[in-house]
């Protein structure tokens, strides 16, 4: 009993306005404050960095007081500069807030190096399928030697030197091959 006058008394009644008008108090401010410290206003439009230089990105991006950071670079794409942003994030057109930060995948200067594979004592059609799969060209530029094997390979070329296991090449290199002719007994 009571517990229901205590409910029903001026002093509790008294203590939860209080506590509401507290907590609603506390709700304004709270959101004052942090649309005061997070700029919840402020809107930057992020530019479109395709194709643009690192000295270009940085000279643009501290125009608009943002930030960047380059990510690992991508596989070389022919059709961007090299050392080039390929991708960003967020996305050109997106709008951010100052000192955000801007994601850049950059061109590398060139195809990665592959390693030549031992192909010595393979088929032609082994070796150029071989050779397809990890990235490099094959000419049309066969040098047959005297062999026993018709059309097993005996060496690779790269601009008319020989290489051999164990080297690297950049990708989409053209490699020739060196086969037997079959001529040996």
Known sequence: ????????????????????IGFVLAIFLLRWWLGYTTNHNQKIQVPDLQKMSLEKVADQLNELN????VIDSASYNPDYPKKSVIEQNPEAGDFVKEKRKIYLTLN????????????NGKTKRQAITHLRSIGFLVGENF????DIGKDVVRG??????????????????????????????
């Open 156 to 185: 690779l070329k790269y601009k008319g030197k020989q290489v051999g296991l164990g080297d690297k090449l950049p990708k989409k290199s053209v490699i020739n091959l060196i086969l037997g002719d079959g001529s040996r007994n």
């Open 143 to 146: 040098t047959y030697v005297p």
């Open 66 to 69: 943002l930030d960047f950071i």
């Open 1 to 20: 009993m009571k517990i229901f006058q205590f409910l029903k008394s001026k002093t509790f009644l008294k203590q939860i306005i209080i506590a509401v």
């Open 108 to 119: 590398p200067s060139k195809y990665r190096d592959v390693v030549i594979p031992d192909l």
